[in-house]
Structures are given as structure tokens and as C-alpha cells.
């Protein structure tokens, strides 16, 4: 069964460009635009793995992650947060609310498919 | 008799003035008479007596003349008779016969002799020889021929007899002196008489070849020739009646006034004294220039004289001629001037004597009248009569005398007037001042009595009082009653102060200065002591003795206390002033400073004689413009405040903020300024500080919108950018490896790497947007940054050497950025020294910086790298600088550095040289408490806005 991935970032750009890297690894891919959207969708399907865009408007990725975390089925599921700033704040604060992983923007491709695949392989 | 004293004046003088007119000149008359007529006849003598010898004189004068020319003569004849023959007169045998006559006696005689020839000239009748030599010398000339009997007989002569024939046939008796000398073949000089007269003569034998006599040649010049010698004599006057005269020692005249020629020897004087004879006898004994003297009585009775006068008559011989030279005259006659004068003093002498008496007479009247008067006049004043007055008139001391009594007598006058008005006034006098006396009286109690704060007491030269005022009374407490009589003014003094002498010296000041001053504790009636101020003055007679003393005292303990009080307020006051920290000066109306406390010194930094005195605008900084300005003001206003201007500290300009007002005395004149300056030096201070951190913080509040500005650029950027690089990772993987495009989507991958690299740099230019600011020890992040790279450098080969302070104080900054400092500068460290030959060495000290008051905390990073080029330092920090080759560095690292390290209100150093090293210097403040909150206060604030701009901006 092929791994789901769920790419949340007001980037519209953002997310087509993660769509058209992973998909062709078999990886289920599916967008969100807002923190609103993710946590819709999220109630919709299982997802394997969530990558969360931190500075976005109205919702940003770490009240994202929170409201990921407190969703029963998500307490445990990886979660990459794409940092715009590379700060130790940034870090903490994902530890806080709960985020495994870091990957500072801009996202070289080949890092982002390293680490998706070592946060599915387990 | 009275006795000379008691005479008239009159009397006197004359007796005086006949005594010293009379006496003298009596006494002189006589004297110089009896001298004068002494001298006189001495006078005479001496005159015959050089009468007679002048007249010798001149007779030897003559004669030696006469002498001499008849010597010549003589010569002369002689030559001429033997020259004539050139031979001897021969005697023929012819004879003469002829009647031949006695010169002398005239006797007549017949001779008979031989003729006698001479050059065949036949003398007797040839007279050529004889009027030859007459005819040569004048004269006369006489060859003699020896006859019988030894007779000298005349042959040849031009002698004249009377009858002026040639006395031819005369002859020379043999008892003539003439023919004795002849015969004895002497040559005969003399006077002779030749035939009729006397001849001055020169004979000289004529010798046969046998060298016998035979005969004579005679030159003769009549004595006539002597005329004018006779004539001289002749006319010799001595006296009025006297004369000279000359006769030979035979008695006969040769020179006679009168009777020349006639024989005077048996003449006798009156007396019968034969005294012709006497003088002839007496004449020839006398030596040559011996004076023979005789005096004789003389009567002229063929003139009628009645009594003989007696003559006097010198005379001397003069043996040559047989001259008796006299000269004489009457006695009488040498003093026939003297009766003249006799009778001329006795003329004068009565004449005077008279003239003198008169004058005395006269004088005495002169004298003694005015005396008279005085006299009467002093007993007329005596009797009472003080108008009487002298009536003196004369210039004289008598007339001074005169004037100066009547002068006296009108003081009299004056005074005996005046004495009724003085004593009329004096007692007037009296009166008043007995009344002033009382009226003084009567005040000085008054006084006395009226002086409640004035203790006057007076005291005898005891010390007993004679005098206590009721001031006194108040003062020590003891009544008038219980003082008055009795010595008690020691009881005022402490025992302790009597003990040391003070009353003892107290009086000896006294005695020696006159008056002394002294503030002592004086005692009570009641034991209690107060301080009082005391004057004692001594009290003495016009002899200096001391009467008594007088002393006045008042107390002055409130005084004291008073003063006491002033002077703590005033020190208190004085303290307030000098202590405080702003200075205050106090100038007088023209600007001279007249006060000024310590703080002022400090603020001018000048000693304190020369502010004092000196005109406050030469510490103004704009000087007297400043100073007018500030006078401008007050004068306007009456006070200024706050007003912002500068002093001059030698040179130092110290800003200053003045406060001053006018200062008045009680009519509001102005009679000053006060003013106070507050030293703003430490505040402008703060205040530059202030501003510079403001314009840092402005700076890095720029610099933060700039990294706020980059960070949303970079953020912006990274979404297109990872959106690119995945499309394109996902091209290459769609495309075959061989694909002609591989190449160039690798290239395209690399311009993504670049990019991306770029937009990190960019992120952390941003990232001091929001720095968290804390107390932080510097080797934090020095030994983080260490940390990181230590294991990198040791590969490299560098080596680290640590030199850390120790004590530095907390600085306050980020942690993360200061590190991210340190690694950038490390980084540059490390690739300086990567090609570097010899020893890497990495050197990181801390120090504590001291400048002004402020501190600061230095960390140097050295390197022993290549070094940076001259021209590039100062670019070093610029953003995009670098010195890498592409690729390697965006040189955005330093100006990075450099902005957190502004942000932190710092600044980076750099030091280096090519090839030896390059140092740099992070020098970071430590702030105050005021600036730290300031900043932390726009952190705060920044914090806010941040917020809202990110959102805005989105």
C-alpha cells in the first residue's frame, strides 16, 4: 500500500512541486493550502506523513502541529516541519508542539526525499 | 675828690680826651722832636761827611785823570823831544849868558850855561819841541836845562808869565820838590807851581849818555784846567748859609767861595781858638778816607752878630794835591727846619687839643642831655605821671634808648589801661566758667547716672572707690553705699585671674599706655559670673601724677553668645555653600568675582588667588559678549534661569547651566550677582553616549527593517525557488542520462545551489532582526564558537591559543549572534592561514578597555594569516565584499558581523599586515543601568511591532 503524504503550505508552488517529487516514488500525495485545509483533510483520511510550511497566515504550522497532535489517530504519526527560518526557536518550539522532523527552506529535493523516506521507513 | 666814677660825664670825657689827646701827643711830640733833631744832625754830619769825601772823590777822580792823561803826556813829549833829535840834547860849547829868576822867590840872578841843541835846533830859542807837544796835548810844555847850583832852569816852555811872554829863564830852586825828585832821576807828578801858578804837573829827568841828570821835561796843565771841579766845589751850598772849601795844609785857600787864594791859618774862631791851625795839624795826620771833625763858635760881627753861632766842619785831606778838603756850616742851621716843625706840632698840638676839648664838650652836652631828660621823664613817670615821654631825637643808641622807652612807656600806658579791662573780663570770666564748672558738674553725674548698661567707676590711686554710677550697681550687683570709700574693685575679678596677675597687669598698662582694654569674666554680688568688655583709663595732673583711674565696662555675654550664634549660622551657612556640588560666585556690580566656593575652584581648575578679584566674563567660553548677554538679562528680568552657556577651563570648554540673580542692599541698589553654575559635563556626557547608542540603535533598528526587509525577501524566495529545484529534479530523473540536456539542467542545479546559497546568507543577515539580549560573560560564546570549529582547526594545523582576562565584567548581548561573530571571524582566521608557510596560530584574547569612565571588553582574534592589503581594510566590512574566488563566500559575512556587533552598541577593529597577520577587534560596551533599560525598552517595543509587520507585510 502506498505510503500517504500530506503537504501543507499556502505555496501553491510549493505543494505542486513536492506533488511532482514524490509521486513518481509511489508516494500518495495530497495538498493542503491553509492549516484550516490540513486538519479538514486529516479527518478525512490517515495520512503517513504530514509536511507542514511553519509561517503561514491565519494558522501557522506549529498551531497546525498542535491541533494535528491533539487529533487522537495523529499522536504518533511523523511530522516534518519546512522551516523558513533556521533558528534554534524553530526547533523548540516543534519539539513543543510536538514536530520529529526539520527541513530548513529552501528544500534541496534530494534531502527532502531522504528524509521522507527515513521517516516511512520505520 | 670824688672819685672818677662819680664825675659828670662831661668831666669825664674831658678829662678822658685831654688825658688821651694831650698825653700821646705830648709825649710823641717829644720823643719824635728829640729823635728828629738827633736824626737831623746826624743827618748833617753825614752829609759833610759825604760832602768832603765826594768831594775827594772827585778830586782823585780828576787828578787820577789828570794824572793819567799827564802821564801820556809825558810819553807823548818825551817821544816827541828825543824823537824829534833822535838824540840826546847836546850841550855845546857855546854859552849862554843870561838873568835867570827864582820861580819862587823871584830873586833874580845871572847865569851861565852851555847851549843846548836838539836836532841842530838851538833850544833856547828853537820852541818847537815844547809848542809841538803843546800843540799835541794842549797843556804846557817845559825842557829844563841843570845849571850851576842844581838849579832846573827853563830853557824851552811854552809857560806864560804874566805878561805872556815865555818863562824862559825861570828856574827850580833846588829846595823845590820838584828838583829833588829830578835829581834823583825820579819823575816828579804833582800839583807845582809853575812860575805864576799852580800847574797839575809831570817832571821827568833828562839823563846824559852817562845816565846823569841833566836837565827835565815838564808837562804841566794849569790847575785852571781843574775849573770846573772848583766850580762844582764852589757851588756846593749846605744849608742856608754853609759851604766847602779847600785849602792846603799851609792854611791857603785853593778853593774858596770867596776868599780863594788868601791864607786862613791864623784865623780864629770867637772863643780865639786858632782853629784853622787846628784842622791843618789834624788834616795831614788823618789816614786816607779818615773824617776829621771841629766845631767852633763863629761871630760874623762885620754882619752885626751879636752872639757867635756854633759851626761845625768836617774835612779830609787829600794828601796827593795837599788839599784840605772842608765842608761845613752853622749849627744852627741843621735844625732851622726843626724849630719850623717844633713850632708847627705845637700849632697843631694846641689846635687839636682845643678842637678835642671843644668836640668833648659838645659831645658830653649831646650825651648827657638826653640822659638828663630820661632822668626827669622816669621820675615824672615814677611820680605817676605815665604820659610823659622822652624827647629824644637822635639816631643814636641814646636816640634807640629814647624810642624804647617811650615804647615802654606807652605799654605802660597800654598796660595799666588794659589791666582795669582784663580784670573787668577775667573776673566775667570766672564766673562763667564757675557756672560751666557746675553746668559740667551736673552733666557728668547726669551721665553717670543716665548710663544704665555702662558700669563707670572711678577710683583713687589706691584702688579705694571714689565714684559708681548706678550702671555699675546693675552691672556687679553691689549698692553705691557698700563700694563708695573702700578698695572692692578686686572683688569683680575671679580668684583664678587675680591669682595669675591679671589685676597687676591690668594696672601696669595702665600706668605705662595711659589707657587698657580687657574682656574678662567678672563676678557678681551673688557669686555668678558673666563676661563683660572694660576701658580703664588713668586720671592724672598736669605733672604727669597719677590721680586716679577711671574704668567702664559693660556686659557682653549676650554679645558673646550673639556672636556665637552668627558665627555657627555663618559656618553653617559657609558649609552649605563650600560643599555643595554646583559652584557659586558672587561678583560685584562691575563683574569682579568677590565670592566663590570650592566648588567653583573645581570647575575652573585655578588657585584661588586667581579667580579671586577677577572679572567673571574671562571664564565665560564666549568671554564678554557671554558675560553682557547674562547682565543683559538679570538687568531685565532680575533673575536668570537655566540658561545653557560654557566656561572656559583653561582652554576646556565646560558646558554649564547657569542659574543667577541680581543682589540688593536695602535701597535696592544693586550691589552684586549671584550665580550658580551646575557642570553639565557628565550629563552632555550621558547625553553624546545617549545619542550615540541611539544613533546605533537606530542604525541597527535600520539595519533590523533592512534584515526585516531581506528575511521576507529571502522567505519569499525560497518557496519559488524549492518549488524549481524539485520540477527540476524531476526533469532529470525523467530524462535519460545521455540526454544532450542533462548537462545543462546540471548546470541549471547548480545556478539552484547558488541561489539557495544565497538566500541562507540573506536569512542570517536578517536573523538579528530579533536578538535576545542578556548579561552574558564573553567567553560564552567565544568557547561555543571554539567549540564548533576547535576539531577543524587542529586539522588544519593552527594552533589556539587562549588569552582570557579574568574579572572582566558581564557584557549584555545574544548569545547565538555574538557566536555566529566569532565563528565568521574564526572561519576567516582559519582561511587566512591556509596557505600560510610557517606557524598558524590562532590567538583569542579578552581585555577590559578604560577611556573617559566609560569600559569597554575587547576581544581580539589574531591571526598569523596572509594578511589584508592596504586599499581593501576599510571595504572589508561592505556587504557583498569579498575577496574569495566565486563560489566560495557571498562576503556578506563581516558586514553581517559588523551589524550584530553595532546592534550590540560595539564596533569591530581591524588590524593587519600582508603576509605577517591580520587582528581584528570586537570591542563591546558595558552599558549603564539608564541605557540598558532604554534599550531593553525599544526591544520591547520592536518585539511589538515586529509582530505587525510581518503580518502587514504579508
Known amino acids: 500500500m502506498a505510503k500517504k503524504i500530506l503537504v501543507v503550505d499556502d505555496d501553491e508552488l510549493v505543494l505542486i512541486a513536492i506533488q511532482e517529487l514524490l509521486s513518481p516514488l509511489g508516494f500518495s500525495v495530497v495538498k493542503a493550502c491553509s492549516g484550516a485545509d490540513a486538519l479538514e483533510k486529516i479527518a478525512q483520511e490517515q495520512f503517513d506523513l504530514i509536511i507542514l510550511d511553519i509561517i503561514m497566515p491565519e494558522m501557522d504550522g506549529f498551531e497546525v502541529c498542535q491541533r494535528i497532535r491533539q487529533t487522537n489517530s495523529y499522536t504518533e ?8 527560518k533556521s533558528g534554534e526557536e524553530d526547533k523548540e518550539r516543534g519539539i513543543e508542539v510536538g514536530a520529529n522532523l526539520y527541513l530548513p527552506k529552501p528544500i534541496s529535493p534530494k534531502k527532502l526525499i531522504a528524509l521522507v523516506e527515513e521517516a516511512l521507513k520505520q | 675828690m670824688k672819685p672818677f666814677r662819680d664825675w659828670k660825664i662831661r668831666s669825664k670825657l674831658i678829662i678822658s680826651t685831654l688825658f688821651l689827646a694831650l698825653v700821646p701827643m705830648a709825649v710823641a711830640s717829644m720823643l719824635s722832636l728829640d729823635r728828629f733833631m738827633e736824626s737831623l744832625k746826624g743827618a748833617y754830619e753825614s752829609d759833610l761827611e759825604h760832602i768832603v769825601a765826594n768831594i775827594q772823590a772827585m778830586c782823585k777822580a780828576q787828578q787820577e785823570l789828570l794824572q793819567n792823561k799827564l802821564t801820556g803826556d809825558l810819553k807823548i813829549a818825551h817821544h816827541i823831544f828825543y824823537q824829534h833829535g833822535k838824540q840826546v840834547p847836546i850841550s855845546t860849547a857855546r854859552l849862554i849868558e843870561m838873568e835867570i829868576e827864582d820861580q819862587f822867590t823871584k830873586e833874580k840872578s845871572k ?31 817845559t825842557i829844563f836845562q841843570r845849571i850851576d847850583g842844581d ?22 830852586p833846588p829846595s823845590s820838590e820838584v828838583t829833588k825828585a829830578i835829581l834823583r832821576k825820579e819823575t816828579y807828578r804833582g800839583r807845582a807851581f809853575v812860575v805864576n801858578a799852580w800847574y797839575i804837573t809831570a817832571y821827568e829827568p833828562i839823563l846824559n849818555a852817562q845816565g846823569e841828570v841833566i836837565g827835565a821835561l815838564y808837562v804841566g796843565i794849569p790847575e785852571q784846567s781843574a775849573l770846573s771841579l772848583k766850580t762844582a766845589i764852589k757851588s756846593i751850598k749846605i744849608g742856608k748859609t754853609g759851604y766847602a772849601f779847600i785849602m792846603d795844609s799851609s792854611g791857603n785857600l785853593v778853593v774858596h767861595p770867596v776868599k780863594e787864594g788868601e791864607n786862613i791859618l791864623e784865623v780864629k774862631d770867637s772863643s780865639g781858638f786858632a782853629y784853622i791851625k787846628e784842622v791843618t795839624k789834624k788834616a795831614v795826620q788823618l789816614k786816607e778816607n779818615e773824617v776829621g771833625t771841629i766845631r767852633y763858635p763863629w761871630i760874623n760881627v762885620e754882619l752885626g752878630e751879636k752872639t757867635p753861632r756854633m759851626k761845625i766842619n768836617k774835612y779830609q785831606y787829600f794828601r796827593d794835591w795837599d788839599w784840605i778838603i772842608v765842608a761845613g756850616g752853622y749849627e744852627e742851621e741843621i735844625f732851622a727846619g726843626v724849630e719850623q716843625i717844633k713850632f708847627f706840632i705845637y700849632l697843631v698840638g694846641i689846635g687839636s687839643i682845643g678842637l678835642a676839648l671843644l668836640l668833648t664838650i659838645s659831645l658830653s652836652r649831646v650825651l648827657t642831655k638826653p640822659i638828663m631828660e630820661l632822668t626827669e621823664v622816669t621820675a615824672r613817670m615814677a611820680a605817676g605821671d605815665l604820659t610823659q615821654k622822652a624827647n629824644i631825637t637822635t639816631a643814636d643808641e641814646i636816640g634807640t634808648l629814647g624810642r ?18 582784663i580784670v573787668r573780663v577775667r573776673t566775667v570770666e570766672i564766673q562763667e566758667k564757675e557756672e560751666k564748672y557746675r553746668n559740667l558738674s551736673n552733666l557728668l ?22 565714684e559708681y554710677n548706678s550702671g555699675s550697681a546693675k552691672l556687679f550687683g553691689w549698692s553705691k553705699e557698700e563700694v563708695v570709700g573702700k578698695m572692692w574693685i578686686g572683688k569683680t575679678f575671679r580668684r583664678e585671674d587675680r591669682a595669675r596677675g591679671v589685676l597687676w597687669e591690668i594696672s601696669r598698662q595702665v600706668e605705662t599706655q595711659g589707657m587698657t582694654e580687657y574682656e574678662l569674666e567678672r563676678v557678681r554680688k551673688d557669686g555668678s559670673l558673666f563676661t563683660a568688655h572694660a576701658v580703664m583709663t588713668t586720671l592724672k595732673d598736669p605733672s604727669g601724677k597719677i590721680l586716679g583711674f577711671v574704668e567702664i565696662a559693660r556686659d557682653i555675654t549676650e554679645k558673646l553668645s550673639l556672636e556665637k550664634e552668627l558665627k555657627e549660622t555663618k559656618d553653617f551657612l559657609e558649609n552649605i555653600v563650600q560643599s555643595s556640588v554646583d559652584a557659586i560666585v558672587t561678583t560685584d556690580p562691575k563683574g569682579r568675582i568677590t565670592f566663590f566656593n570650592r566648588a567653583m575652584e573645581e570647575m575652573l581648575g585655578l588657585p584661588r588667588e586667581k579667580i579671586l578679584g577677577a572679572p567673571i566674563y574671562q571664564f565665560y567660553a564666549q568671554g564678554i559678549t557671554e558675560a553682557r548677554k547674562i547682565m543683559a538679562i538679570l538687568r531685565e528680568k532680575g533673575s536668570l534661569q537655566n540658561y545653557e552657556t560654557s566656561m572656559n577651563r583653561q582652554g576646556q570648554l565646560v558646558p554649564i547651566l547657569t542659574s543667577a540673580s541680581l543682589l540688593r542692599d536695602e535701597k535696592q541698589n544693586i550691589i552684586g550677582t549671584l550665580g550658580v553654575f551646575k557642570d553639565l559635563s557628565e550629563k552632555k556626557k550621558l547625553e553624546e553616549e545617549l545619542k550615540k547608542t541611539q544613533a546605533h540603535l537606530m542604525q541597527a533598528g535600520k539595519m533590523r527593517a533592512l534584515g526585516e526587509l531581506v528575511a521576507g525577501v529571502a522567505h519569499e524566495l525560497n518557496n519559488p525557488l524549492m518549488a524549481a529545484s524539485t520540477f527540476l529534479h524531476v526533469v532529470r530523473e525523467n530524462l535519460p542520462a545521455d540526454n544532450e540536456n542533462q548537462n545543462r539542467l546540471e548546470l541549471i542545479h547548480q545556478c539552484h545551489e547558488r541561489i539557495a546559497k544565497i538566500i541562507d546568507h540573506l536569512r542570517d543577515f536578517s536573523r538579528q532582526s530579533k536578538s535576545d539580549f542578556r548579561y552574558l560573560d564573553i567567553r560564552e560564546p567565544i568557547e561555543n564558537a571554539l567549540l564548533i570549529t576547535g576539531q577543524q582547526l587542529l586539522n588544519h594545523g593552527i594552533k589556539i591559543i587562549k588569552n582570557f582576562a579574568n574579572d572582566l565584567p558581564l557584557i549584555r548581548g545574544d548569545a547565538n549572534q555574538l557566536e555566529q561573530v566569532f565563528l565568521n571571524l574564526i572561519a576567516n582566521a582559519k582561511d587566512a592561514m591556509e596557505r600560510v608557510e610557517g606557524k598558524k596560530e590562532l590567538t583569542i584574547s579578552t581585555s577590559l578597555l578604560r577611556h573617559n569612565g566609560w569600559h569597554d571588553v575587547e576581544v581580539a582574534i589574531r591571526d598569523t594569516g596572509i594578511g589584508i592589503p592596504e586599499e581593501n581594510v576599510d571595504k572589508i566590512f561592505e556587504p557583498f565584499f569579498s575577496t574569495k574566488e566565486v563560489g566560495k563566500g557571498t562576503g556578506l559575512g563581516l558586514s553581517i558581523c559588523y551589524g550584530i556587533i553595532a546592534a550590540h552598541g560595539g564596533r569591530i577593529e581591524v588590524e593587519s599586515k600582508m603576509h605577517a597577520g591580520t587582528t581584528f577587534k570586537v570591542i563591546l560596551p558595558i552599558l549603564s543601568p539608564p541605557l540598558q533599560s532604554a534599550l531593553e525598552e525599544i526591544d520591547t517595543q520592536e518585539e511589538l511591532t515586529n509582530g505587525q509587520e510581518n503580518f502587514s507585510s504579508r
Open chain 1, 77 to 84: 504519526t511523523p511530522i516534518m516541519m519546512l522551516t523558513a
Open chain 2, 111 to 141: 847865569a851861565r850855561f852851555p847851549l843846548w841843541v836838539m836836532g841842530g835846533r838851538p833850544l833856547i830859542e828853537d820852541h818847537a819841541i815844547v809848542d809841538r807837544v803843546q800843540e799835541l796835548l794842549g797843556g804846557t810844555c
Open chain 2, 151 to 172: 838849579r832846573l832852569l827853563r830853557i824851552s816852555t811854552n809857560v806864560l808869565r804874566d805878561n805872556g811872554t815865555r818863562a824862559i829863564g825861570t828856574y827850580l
Open chain 2, 404 to 421: 624804647s622807652f617811650n615804647r615802654m612807656a606807652d605799654q605802660v600806658l597800654n598796660y595799666t589801661r588794659n589791666l582795669e579791662d
Open chain 2, 445 to 466: 553725674n547726669s551721665i553717670l547716672e543716665s548710663s544704665t548698661e555702662y558700669s563707670i567707676i572711678a577710683l583713687d590711686a589706691q584702688g579705694i572707690i571714689l
